[in-house]
């Protein structure tokens, strides 16, 4: 994210449970840092839809060379997220 964003992702500048306003390139976006629907820390991103797939299109690019951006698909996060014994934003106790 550094690659794209002037903001600072390290602990002390953006505590765990935290939400800030920050620059995507020329767009600025809503970061929660939390748990991942996967289970993992990491940060969640809100922004106006009609900018989105665009701004997707350069965090991939930014951090492509790095090995760090995968689109892992809808069943492996599935998968995921049942390993950690998350449940379904849609599921319920009936």
Same mark, same amino acid.
């Not at 600072?8 to 500048?13: C, G, I, M, V």
């Not at 009609?50 to 090995?67: I, N, P, Q, Y």
């Given at each position: 994210?550094q690659?794209?964003?002037t903001?600072?992702?390290?602990?002390? +500048? &953006?505590p765990?449970?935290? @939400?800030?306003?920050?620059?995507?390139?020329?767009?600025?976006v =809503? #970061?929660?840092?939390?748990?991942t629907?996967?289970g993992?820390?990491g940060? +969640? &991103?809100?922004?106006?839809? @009609?900018s989105?797939s665009?701004?997707l299109?350069?965090?991939? =690019? #930014?951090?492509?060379?790095?090995?760090?951006?995968k689109?892992?698909?809808?069943?492996?996060?599935?998968s995921?997220?049942?390993?950690?014994g998350?449940r379904?934003?849609?599921a319920?106790?009936?």
């Amino acid at each position: 994210m550094q690659r794209v964003s002037t903001a600072r992702f390290d602990n002390a +500048s &953006f505590p765990f449970a935290t @939400s800030q306003e920050i620059d995507v390139r020329l767009c600025t976006v =809503r #970061a929660t840092a939390a748990h991942t629907y996967v289970g993992e820390l990491g940060w +969640s &991103f809100t922004s106006r839809w @009609s900018s989105r797939s665009g701004r997707l299109r350069r965090v991939a =690019r #930014a951090g492509r060379d790095l090995g760090l951006i995968k689109w892992p698909g809808d069943y492996a996060i599935d998968s995921l997220r049942l390993e950690k014994g998350y449940r379904a934003w849609a599921a319920t106790d009936a």
